[in-house]
């Protein structure tokens, strides 16, 4: 668990960039499952911040827009990685 520090986070700074990034992990498994991890821990934190009754909404803010872009670098990397697979069988026959 991250207990709550955004820093210790992968930062996208946009969607560009974390679609970008997924294009580029579509061959890598392991990166594609640690931004899954990532994410799940950016929601677990702003889950834990939203209940919180003195809640920091700049901090909520800013996990949400994390949580975004990680979830798009994992889509980025699997539709990349699905059409790399459609590709090849297309090559073969």
Known sequence: MNNGTIE???L???TSEALSYGKFCSD???IVKK?????GEILCDYET???KPDRDLQKMMNLAAQGQFHREAVEAARK???NEKDSH?????
Do not use: I, T
Not at 35 to 39: G, P, T
Not at 89 to 93: E, G, I, P, S, T
């Open 8 to 10: 210790n986070y992968w």
């Open 12 to 14: 996208f700074a946009n």
């Open 28 to 30: 890598k498994p392991h």
């Open 35 to 39: 931004l899954e991890s990532l994410r």
């Open 49 to 51: 911040e939203k209940s």
């Open 80 to 82: 990349a990685g699905n």
């Open 89 to 93: 069988c297309r090559k073969d026959l």
